[in-house]
């Protein structure tokens, strides 16, 4: 039998090691900041690693960032409904001047300023609600509006005001349902005309009354003719569509003698 220090030894180098001082720091922090919905790469250590929907948002990005510059040096970024940051962090990755991004929920703005901070990116995160931000200053070369249009009970009213903040692009991304085709449609139909409501392609918005996905919050859920409806009915112009559920638009049409959609609805004047 070898000696007993050699036998400490062999018991030693067959326990696997542990991770890194670090990675187990950053992990611990991690975890004390609560349930992740991104999952970020934060020096190796992944904040959402079971997600059920995989390597999310991740798996969207890699179709989504082919359809934006990699060089953002100069440009000013609005994220709505940032969540964890996954997209502000991007965006300043590739060299944008200053990006704000905003949520209502206290638990993101932490895991998001926790994640910049981690990574040393200088990003701005603030509490605001989808239907403030249009009283933000000023306009943003890019706004990302990623995955909220659905969890909201107004969603065109907060698009409308949205659309006061896009300087150049709005990234636009939902979770839809139905219909995955856009069909073209005439500019009017007569009023007993009911069949063209038949058509599984016709604009459709799907009313959750209760919960979706175990999530009380899924309240509108578009099929895509009703995305690229809506899209196109705010004064947006429909430029690249980089994955099923992201549209890239431009606002050419967002003005009607020089005031906006939304505030010439309110006042009666549309």
Same mark, same amino acid.
């Given at each position: 039998?070898?000696?007993?220090?050699?036998?400490?030894?062999? /018991?030693?180098?067959?326990?696997?090691?542990?991770?890194? /001082?670090?990675?187990?720091?950053?992990? !611990?922090? =991690? /975890?004390?900041?609560?349930?992740?919905?991104?999952?970020?790469?934060?020096?190796?250590?992944?904040?959402?690693?079971?997600?059920?929907?995989?390597?999310?948002?991740?798996?969207?990005?890699?179709?989504? @960032?082919?359809?934006?510059?990699?060089?953002?040096?100069?440009?000013?970024?609005?994220?709505?409904?940032?969540?964890?940051?996954?997209?502000?962090?991007?965006?300043?990755?590739?060299?944008?001047?200053?990006?704000?991004?905003?949520?209502?929920?206290?638990?993101?703005?932490?895991?998001?300023?926790?994640?910049?901070?981690?990574?040393?990116?200088?990003? $701005?995160?603030?509490?605001? @609600?989808?239907?403030?931000?249009?009283?933000?200053?000023?306009?943003?070369?890019?706004?990302?509006?990623?995955?909220?249009?659905?969890?909201? !009970?107004?969603?065109?009213?907060?698009?409308? *005001?949205?659309? *006061?903040?896009?300087?150049?692009?709005?990234?636009?991304?939902?979770?839809?349902?139905? @219909?995955?085709?856009?069909?073209?449609?005439? $500019?009017?139909?007569?009023?007993?005309? *009911?069949?063209?409501?038949?058509?599984?392609?016709?604009? /459709?918005?799907?009313?959750?009354?209760?919960?979706?996905?175990? $999530?009380?919050?899924?309240?509108?859920?578009?099929?895509?003719?009703?995305?690229? @409806?809506?899209?196109?009915?705010?004064?947006?112009?429909?430029?690249?569509?980089?994955?099923?559920?992201?549209?890239?638009?431009?606002?050419?049409?967002?003005?009607?003698?020089?005031?906006? =959609?939304?505030?010439?609805?309110?006042?009666?004047?549309?």
């Amino acid at each position: 039998m070898p000696p007993l220090s050699d036998r400490l030894q062999i /018991a030693s180098n067959s326990v696997p090691p542990g991770p890194p /001082a670090h990675e187990a720091t950053l992990a !611990r922090r =991690i /975890a004390e900041l609560g349930d992740w919905f991104h999952n970020l790469d934060l020096h190796g250590v992944p904040t959402a690693p079971h997600h059920f929907l995989g390597d999310f948002p991740n798996i969207k990005w890699q179709h989504i @960032s082919q359809a934006i510059p990699e060089d953002l040096t100069g440009a000013t970024v609005l994220d709505i409904g940032c969540n964890a940051g996954f997209y502000s962090l991007h965006m300043k990755q590739r060299g944008a001047r200053y990006v704000l991004g905003v949520d209502v929920d206290e638990r993101y703005l932490s895991q998001a300023r926790f994640a910049a901070e981690t990574l040393d990116l200088e990003i $701005d995160f603030q509490k605001h @609600s989808v239907y403030d931000v249009d009283e933000i200053p000023g306009q943003f070369d890019y706004v990302l509006f990623m995955g909220l249009f659905y969890h909201l !009970r107004y969603p065109l009213f907060a698009l409308d *005001k949205i659309i *006061k903040k896009v300087g150049q692009r709005l990234v636009f991304q939902t979770m839809i349902r139905g @219909s995955e085709e856009a069909s073209t449609w005439d $500019d009017d139909y007569p009023f007993w005309n *009911k069949e063209v409501f038949l058509d599984s392609n016709f604009p /459709a918005m799907y009313f959750i009354e209760k919960s979706y996905s175990h $999530d009380y919050t899924n309240w509108w859920i578009p099929n895509r003719g009703a995305v690229e @409806s809506m899209l196109r009915s705010s004064g947006l112009e429909i430029l690249e569509h980089p994955e099923l559920e992201t549209w890239i638009c431009a606002p050419v049409n967002v003005k009607r003698d020089g005031r906006y =959609i939304l505030d010439m609805e309110l006042d009666g004047t549309l």
